[in-house]
């Protein structure tokens, strides 16, 4: 099984919203509304801010979303701020095994 | 709140066997999954493997072949043992909790709710 895509990188303005996308297949991200998304910063562990698609773990700001279409699912940041400049991953339920996206990283100009 | 420390040596040789503890504190280790995660450095976070309290475990396919995970519930652990490894093995690992997801009478993960600060193992002679 191959890891899930991402882009490589985006960016915004604070105040803007951006979303990057995570794009599996049909066996992973497009059969189970089990995506996850992590947040990390340098030198840190990541930070859950996103599971089961679309729900947020308490203390995670409303600013953050996810969503899916098909075999694509988003996290879309509104509202940027400084501090979520960070490095994104996703992550998927695929059965038997679990997979992550190669990471996005986010700055904030 | 629910802690969880690494601990293991954070140098291996090649060929030898990484092995690292994961320490759970703040709560009990049983009715939920635990997980191994490795982050090479400067790179992507990848799978390893998740065991269940009760032993039951599930391994990342394309390491398999080399990966052994097991828990002590009395010492609230589990713990990791790698073979084998290379350079390509060098990478932070992280240990997480997994709350436990079935369907259709069948028990995974789905994402990662705590994890460790993460450990740097490096292989090198």
């Known amino acids: 099984q191959s890891a899930l895509t991402q882009p490589a990188s985006v960016s915004g303005s604070p105040g803007q919203s951006i979303t990057i996308s995570c794009t599996g297949t049909?066996?992973?991200?497009?059969?189970?509304?089990?995506v996850s998304w992590y947040q990390q910063h340098p030198g840190k562990a990541p930070k859950v801010i996103i599971y089961?698609?679309?729900k947020r773990p308490a203390g995670v700001s409303n600013r953050f979303s996810g969503s899916k279409s098909g075999n694509t699912a988003s996290l879309t940041i509104s509202g940027l701020q400084a501090e979520d400049e960070a490095d994104y991953y996703c992550c998927s339920y695929a059965g038997s095994s679990t997979l992550f996206g190669g990471g996005t990283k986010l700055t904030v100009l | 709140q629910v802690q969880l420390q690494e601990s293991g040596p954070g140098l291996v040789k090649p060929s030898e066997t990484l092995s690292l503890t994961c320490t759970v504190s703040?709560?009990?280790?049983?009715?939920?999954?635990w997980s191994w995660i490795r982050q090479p450095p400067g790179k992507g976070l990848e799978w390893i493997a998740y065991i269940y309290y009760s032993g039951s475990t599930n391994y990342n396919p394309s390491l398999k072949s080399r990966v052994t995970m097991s828990v002590d519930t009395s010492k609230n652990q589990f713990s990791l043992k790698l073979s084998s490894v290379s350079a390509a093995d060098t990478a932070v690992y992280y240990c997480a909790r997994a709350p436990k997801y079935c369907t259709n009478g069948v028990c995974s993960i789905y994402y990662f709710d705590y994890w460790g600060q993460g450990s740097l193992v490096t292989v090198s002679s």
């Open positions: 703040g709560g009990s280790i049983s009715t939920y999954y």
């Open positions: 049909s066996s992973d991200v497009g059969s189970y509304n089990l």
């Open positions: 089961e698609g679309s």
